[in-house]
């Protein structure tokens, strides 16, 4: 190629680059999307696309569900509205716009990236976009329940407890806590997977397991506590168990134990809801 061919080739390249860059900034530009970044199982989710056409005339927009199309508007065509049923995601037309997408009701599958495209008419036939996330979340209706508690323990028991939490999308995490002192130690925490429901909603199960010590009782009470977190922190539940200490001589002595629940309120009244705890448990109150 010539050096003349070379100068005319570069000529071009640069016109094209700059006549580019000036329809951009002349026409359609700053297309940005406002989706909801968490919405309930069942709601209504409104979507935002926003941008400026300047000297342009609008083409069509185009909104998009992890690349799939599900919606577009163009204002030439009869009718202006089209859509795509994606993973059960269902458009709104009546609501929905050049501008607005409407999503009625959003189910756990309508969680995905929403990405917005404008398109221009002749002669920039400009195109942008836009996008963002957005998490349809399940809030358990349950608390998390507690399993395999005793009413009391003496010191060198072994203490098995296993914590379940409702059904979530996404799953809970659970986090043990002893006299509100929060079990970090992998050796006291026994890790399940999460069950999978139908329609996908899961249950989250974590174990603690333990030897009583002397340290672990306050007053001669200990309070373990179980905590379910749908992350981010849209919901949390707790669930309580008071455990009593036994002393040796009462093993096996119920009316001693009953002595000792009379002879003292604040004893009397660990032990009561010991109880409770364990009942509520069982779903019997």
Known sequence: MSSYNNLTFLFFVITAFVTITL????????????VPQYKL????????????????????VKWY???EELYRYMPRADPPQHSYTIDATRVDHHTS??????????SLRSSGVYRCEVSAEAP??????????????????????????????????????NCTSGKSYPASVLHWYINDQKVESPLQ???????VHPHGLMTSWLGLHFIVGAHHFMDGSMKVRCIAVVSPV??????ESVVQRMTPALIDNREALLL???????????????????LFAANLI
């Open 97 to 106: 716009d050049s501008k607005k997408l409407v999503l009625r009701p959003v």
């Open 41 to 60: 199982r069942g709601e209504i989710a409104f979507l935002q696309c926003d941008y400026d056409l300047d000297e342009d005339k609008l083409y069509s």
């Open 65 to 67: 569900k992890d690349d």
């Open 234 to 239: 849209l919901w949390q539940g707790d669930r």
């Open 260 to 278: 000792v629940k009379a002879s003292s309120e604040k004893r009397h009244a660990n032990i009561k809801l010991a109880v409770l705890a364990v």
């Open 23 to 34: 329809d951009e900034c002349d026409g359609l530009s700053n297309v940005h999307v406002t």
């Open 189 to 195: 925490l026994v890790k399940y997977p999460p069950q």
């Open 124 to 161: 920039s036939f400009a195109s942008a976009q836009s996008e963002a996330r957005m998490q349809v979340v399940y809030l358990p209706k349950d608390d998390p329940m507690i399993s395999g508690e005793q009413l009391q323990y003496q010191i060198g028991d072994e203490m098995s407890l």
